[in-house]
């Protein structure tokens, strides 16, 4: 086992505070930033979760948004990061990372915390809800799912380089170097970087370096196992009952993962929400921080209100950023009997012009 007893750091955190908790005989690593007295406005406290192959990091556009108005928790999910990384013992399934979770809110005590994910860390968000319903208030998912098929992935050659350990070793090593940091963080922004400046590219090529200079062989390979072997949880999703809000991104390379997800939420009428963003790629934290911060809050926000008015579905801007948001499926009519598969195929929401703003953070933020 790669272990972190000694709790050393790559680098002390840029936003917050770092920390570290001992849970299920491993070491966590986290991040906690907010208000340093607490008051009921700042709840509920918001748990931040990365997708695979990224640290906390992954958050890092997000975070001090959130922070300003409640406390926040960023997790290095076992695997990653200044986290303990195990080769055996552990097989990185979105089942056992979510047992990871729940003893970690559980030890630090955080009471009905948000939880938010993304890809990766989204399916274990909603791993936690369906098996540990009485944890979350609520829960925001960034895509990822509940089932996840292998044949919808596509990671070019990584089981042929990271399986064999010389090869994969010398790969990450010259990433470590400083090689493929920018290659690698375009190819996450896809058309979006174009839009960037290059204050922000800097900055979330730093983002990709923080996981390639703290990432372990074997850790990796298995999270990749893990994620590609078939990702399944439906049948315990009978069990949550905390309201969930899924993003998806208008352009995502994994939009086929989102629409089979949403068609099996409405299917099961289950309580979710969906909110499409235009041009929106798969890493929606990344490409439109502000935007993602603001739909964190107004969900924070709800959770403290006892019986919240339901969101008026259609087109809407969040931080001028054109969405559609869909009816909340548990009271939503209740589709024919046309099954899942005919379901995904239906058409996507189409972006209109008229959008309702809903302003949440202040402009200066």
Known sequence: MVRNDAHELYEPAEHGRDGFVRVLDMNVHYIEAGPDEPTAAAEPPIVLIPGAFST??????????????????????IGTGDSDKPEEGFGYTVGEEA???????????????????????????????????????????????????PDVLNYGHFDTIFAVPVVGDG????????????????SIMADAWEQLTEEE?????????????????????????AITGYIDFTAEMGRETAPIL????????????????????????????????KNGIHDLQLQYPRAVAEIILDDARRARDPAPAPRPAGPVAIDSVACVRGQNFASAPRPGRAGAHALRTQAPPVMGEDLRPIPYLDPEE
């Not at 995502?252 to 499409?276: G, H, Q």
């Open 56 to 77: 906390y990091r992954v958050w890092n556009r997000v975070l001090p948004l959130l922070s300003a108005h409640h406390r926040v928790f960023v997790l290095d999910y």
């Open 99 to 149: 047992d990871v979770v729940a003893a970690f809110l559980r030890e630090l005590g955080l009471e009905k915390p948000l939880l938010a994910g993304v890809s990766y860390g989204a399916s274990i968000a909603l791993n936690v809800a369906a098996r540990y319903p009485e944890l979350p208030s609520r829960v925001v998912c960034v895509e990822g799912g509940v089932v996840i098929a």
């Open 171 to 186: 790969v990450l090593f010259m990433g470590s170097l400083g090689f493929f940091r920018e290659s690698i963080a375009k």
């Open 201 to 225: 590219r800097d900055q979330i090529v730093a983002i990709q370096a923080s996981y390639l200079k703290t990432a372990v062989r074997s850790a990796m390979y298995d999270v990749y196992c």
């Open 246 to 277: 899924y993003l998806y991104g208008e352009s995502s390379r994994y939009r086929d993962v989102a629409e089979a997800n949403i068609a099996f939420f409405r299917e099961r009428r289950c309580n979710v929400e969906t909110l499409l963003l």
